[in-house]
């Protein structure tokens, strides 16, 4: 007996950034990822509650699902901690 094949579909998990662009900065960061949208607007409201050198007094924040990213940065687009496996050259040490 054969069996009919289907086409797979992949079905990916949406998730949801939270996005930072300070009054300095001329682009904006992901700075963070959540399962839901409920989840990524508690990270704001907490990032928001930072005081000192590190707050976000002069920031905008939002939310962008992995969707709107992809449509607005290509479909190979996902999220990437910053700083995760950045290749740094290694540094001579002159004798």
């Known amino acids: ?12 998990r949406e998730y949801y950034c939270v996005c930072v662009r300070r009054n300095y900065e001329k682009e904006s960061r992901f700075i963070s990822k959540h399962d839901t949208r409920e989840e990524a607007q ?9 005081s000192g ?7 905008e924040l939002w939310i962008m699902s992995r969707t709107e990213a992809k449509k607005e ?10 700083g ?3 290749k740094r050259p290694l540094r001579e040490i002159q004798s």
Do not use: Q
């Not at 007996?1 to 990916?12: D, Q, S």
């Not at 050198?53 to 920031?59: I, R």
């Open 73 to 82: 940065f290509g479909k190979d687009w996902e999220f990437k901690p910053i």
């Open 53 to 59: 050198p590190f707050n976000y007094d002069n920031a």
């Open 1 to 12: 007996m054969v069996k009919a094949t289907e086409p797979r579909t992949r079905r990916t």
């Open 84 to 86: 995760n496996n950045v």
């Open 42 to 50: 508690a990270e704001i409201e907490r990032r928001r509650s930072f």
